[in-house]
């Protein structure tokens, strides 16, 4: 049974760091395109950022040059280090992942982080 578990969340004040972490499980990470989506209450998820099992990388617009996203296949684990947060960052942020080509997406349950001072 695939897993994907985020743990890192926390309250944090404007500008500060905070790196989120998502521990996979049940298939090797090396397989796996990773996504990081956040949701605030009331309003659609949307992504963040994503990393292929190639490596390649894309940003949404309001986190490029702020955000971080990174893999470590050798742990299964992978990351979304954020900086310069700002309080419209607060959601709840969800790992996902999907094999290349495949559709099925799988999903961790989230955590919450919050900006405020």
């Known amino acids: 049974q695939v897993q994907l578990v985020e743990s890192g969340g926390d309250s944090v004040q404007p500008g500060g760091s905070l790196r989120l972490s998502c521990e996979v499980s049940?298939?090797?990470?090396?397989?796996?395109?990773i996504e990081w989506h956040r949701q605030a209450p009331g309003k659609q998820r949307e992504l963040v950022a994503r990393?292929?099992?190639?490596?390649?990388?894309n940003y949404a617009d309001f986190v490029k040059g702020r955000f971080t996203i990174s893999r470590d296949n050798t742990q299964n684990a992978a990351y979304l280090q954020m900086t310069d947060r700002r309080p419209d960052d607060s959601d709840v942020y969800y790992c996902a992942g999907h094999r290349n080509g495949i559709p099925k997406m799988y999903w961790g349950q989230g955590t919450q982080v919050t900006v405020s001072s």
């Open positions: 990393i292929t099992s190639f490596g390649r990388i």
């Open positions: 049940g298939i090797t990470l090396d397989t796996l395109f």
